[in-house]
């Protein structure tokens, strides 16, 4: 009966979702009680409703632990599914990254929200696939994972939003999203694709808004042509800046605002070497983020 319950339970919850198995375990609460008050014994009236609510805690426990073990495996089919893409883009590069265009905004509490727009030509017939790598400057604990939100959509010739783009994303470790981007289908040979990634990770930028040094690095396992990363910072604050990577050339860096006058880091590179880690390492000033966070 208990099996038979759990497998209801976890069928109900799947096609009703979480308020209607609320809904149910009342309706079922409920009955107890008119049962009780129809054979019109108090004491059976309080062992209905005990074994009611028995019988749904016991298969609310079991099929909370199921579902958990269910999160675990696909969590594990999500890693090994940005492994193999992953050794797959080592075997055979397939596109050249045209344009890479990231602005990251950064919130006073270190949250960051990143708009990304990527143009890339396939270099096959059979791209199916891009993978790519967040990471922040912390190991950030487990439960910010659930907290990560990302989108990507198409962009059509003419720079208008197409349909959207499915994602699997995977935590190879703590701080650091795996995300695998799949195309609807292979595009064509030499022609060029766009698309665009939209990110909002909480606390993304811990170290930075606490006072402590933040990198923000680009790093290509992939020919790229040009990428540009522009960082918005908090609301009326600033920054000491120093260059991360040796690039002699192809490298620029430049301080800014934004319409908004908040401070703007911009980084460009223009043909970076393929696996070389380029960026930038932040710390805002003192007595600017002791007064953003007044």
């Given at each position: 009966m208990l099996r038979d319950t759990i497998l209801f339970l976890e069928e109900f919850l799947h096609s009703r979702g979480a308020p209607a198995v609320a809904q149910a375990v009342v309706g079922i609460m409920s009955f107890a009680v008119l049962l009780g008050a129809i054979l019109g014994s108090t004491a059976i009236k309080s062992g209905a409703l005990v074994a009611a609510v028995l019988l749904v805690t016991i298969a609310g426990i079991a099929l909370v632990t199921s579902r958990r073990g269910d999160r675990r495996e696909l969590a594990t089919?999500?890693?090994?599914?940005?492994?193999?893409?992953?050794?797959?883009?080592?075997?055979?590069?397939?596109y050249q990254i045209l344009e890479w265009k990231e602005t990251t905004?950064?919130?006073?509490?270190?949250?960051?929200?990143?708009?990304?727009?990527?143009?890339?030509?396939?270099?096959?017939?059979?791209?199916?696939?891009?993978?790519?790598?967040?990471?922040?400057?912390?190991?950030?604990p487990t439960k910010y994972r659930r907290q990560v939100r990302m989108t990507v959509r198409n962009l059509l010739v003419d720079g208008s939003?197409?349909?959207?783009?499915?994602?699997?994303?995977?935590?190879?470790?703590?701080?650091?999203?795996?995300?695998?981007?799949?195309?609807?289908?292979?595009?064509?040979?030499?022609?060029?694709?766009?698309?665009?990634?939209?990110?909002?990770?909480?606390?993304?930028?811990?170290?930075?808004?606490?006072?402590?040094?933040?990198?923000?690095?680009?790093?290509?396992?992939?020919?790229?042509?040009?990428?540009?990363?522009?960082?918005?910072?908090?609301?009326?604050?600033?920054?000491?800046?120093?260059?991360?990577?040796?690039?002699?050339?192809?490298?620029?860096?430049?301080?800014?605002?934004?319409?908004?006058?908040?401070?703007?880091i911009t980084m460009e590179l223009f043909d970076p070497p393929v696996r070389h880690r380029a960026g930038i390492r932040l710390e805002l000033k003192k007595e600017q983020r002791a007064a953003s966070h007044l």
């Open positions: 089919q999500q890693e090994l599914l940005s492994r193999y893409c992953n050794q797959l883009d080592k075997t055979r590069p397939g905004v950064i919130g006073d509490r270190g949250d960051a929200r990143t708009s990304l727009t990527v143009k890339l030509r396939p270099l096959g017939t059979d791209l199916l696939f891009v993978r790519m790598k967040f990471g922040c400057g912390w190991p950030q939003p197409g349909t959207t783009l499915h994602k699997t994303l995977s935590w190879p470790k703590d701080g650091t999203l795996a995300a695998v981007i799949h195309f609807h289908e292979p595009p064509r040979v030499d022609s060029e694709i766009s698309f665009v990634v939209e990110l909002d990770w909480p606390r993304k930028c811990l170290p930075l808004a606490e006072g402590a040094p933040d990198e923000f690095t680009l790093m290509f396992a992939q020919p790229v042509t040009h990428a540009v990363h522009r960082i918005v910072l908090p609301e009326g604050t600033d920054v000491y800046l120093e260059p991360i990577g040796q690039l002699d050339k192809g490298y620029d860096l430049q301080k800014g605002q934004d319409d908004t006058n908040r401070r703007t």
